[in-house]
């Protein structure tokens, strides 16, 4: 299977590992697209593609670029999109609904979301949409044996509408815990960082999904306190409470688990370590890379239209 994947050039969260999972499982040609290139996929396209090449074009690109230029996306065959921020549809904030409305534009788009209940939501108004959570660099992430001298702490962002619930739960917290709220470089400072943490404070508040953080945590081999996303979400990515991972509604619940747990070291190291291994196999940036290339193979819905390469194709051939 020939792919283009077009990801971003500017990108805050370092995704390197993915691209590499993913180019492992197909013929890959991987490219990344500055701003600029975002702004004018159509002119990109004329320059730089030659569309009939590839069996698959894989967008993993600014939501925002992509909605502005949605009349020219829809002209492209074979197309797929995967998109880590889809949550957005169904919370309080700038995107709502936002994702729904393009995803109907696309009627022969794959949607791949990092979100199980997110991909079950699409799926009902009818988008192609499959599931492949987000998970680790495991080339960058892994557990040490240091010292773990931070007890209790958050690594990470809090300053965007999305994270409003997460701020107010960490803000709830240090009220009654000695919570460190903190935020590290990328790279060997956030390696060592999550290193010395003992219990990872997860405040996934109102998301629906679990952001990438847990799963890094995990890899580190904290003992990871998640906001729960709900039975189904944790079913499908194998979460276990109180065995590979200690899941909680408020901070009351929260603090009790936290009780059991320094009360009893070995319970909180036997979770740390299920939660480390179920990272490792299952949540590695190779392992989705494969599941990534596994979920575009199947056939796409058939275009109801003409796609853009074949009306130029036959403008030229006249």
């Known amino acids: 299977m020939k792919v283009l994947f077009l990801v971003q050039k500017e990108q ?4 390197d590992r993915l691209y590499e999972g993913v180019q492992a499982h197909c013929e890959c040609d991987l490219r990344w697209l500055s701003r600029e290139d975002q702004a004018d996929l159509k ?6 593609v030659d569309v009939p090449r590839y069996d698959r074009i894989v967008f993993f690109l ?3 670029q992509e909605v502005r230029q949605v009349g020219f996306i829809a002209s492209l065959p074979n197309l797929v999109i995967l998109e880590h ?3 957005q549809n169904y919370i309080s904030c700038k995107y709502t609904g936002k994702f729904s ?25 009818g988008v192609d949409a499959c599931f492949v ?5 495991q080339a960058l992430l892994h557990c040490s044996s240091g010292e773990r001298d931070i007890e209790l702490a958050f690594v990470g962002s809090t300053n965007s509408v999305a994270y409003s619930g997460r701020k107010a739960l960490l803000d709830e917290l240090a009220q009654v815990e000695n919570l460190v709220v903190t935020r590290t470089k990328s790279g060997a400072d956030y390696l060592a960082t999550l290193n ?3 219990f ?11 952001m990438i953080k847990n799963f890094e945590a995990m890899a580190c081999g904290c003992v990871l306190l998640a906001f729960d996303q709900g039975a189904e979400e944790n079913a499908a990515l194998g979460f276990v409470d109180m065995h590979n991972i200690v899941l909680y509604r408020n901070v009351a619940e929260l603090q009790d688990k936290l009780r059991l747990l320094r009360s009893d070291p070995r319970l909180a190291q036997t979770i740390a370590e299920q939660g480390r291994q179920l990272a490792e196999t299952r949540y590695s940036f190779a392992e989705l890379g494969r599941q990534i290339v596994e979920a575009m193979r199947p056939p796409l819905r058939a275009p109801r239209h003409l796609n853009w390469w074949q009306r130029w194709r036959a403008r030229r051939a006249a």
Not at 12 to 15: D, E, F, G, T
Not at 43 to 48: A, I, P, S, T, V
Not at 101 to 125: C, D, F, K, T
Not at 133 to 137: L, T, V
């Open 43 to 48: 002119g990109y396209f004329k320059r730089e």
């Open 200 to 210: 990872f404070v997860s405040a996934d508040v109102g998301m629906g999904e679990y």
């Open 196 to 198: 010395r943490i003992r």
């Open 12 to 15: 805050r969260a370092i995704l």
């Open 62 to 64: 600014r939501f925002k």
């Open 101 to 125: 409305q393009h995803y109907r534009q696309l009627p022969s788009a794959r949607v791949i979301s990092s979100g199980y209940m997110v991909v079950q939501r699409l799926l009902a108004e």
């Open 85 to 87: 921020d889809a949550y």
């Open 133 to 137: 959570p987000k998970g680790y660099d």
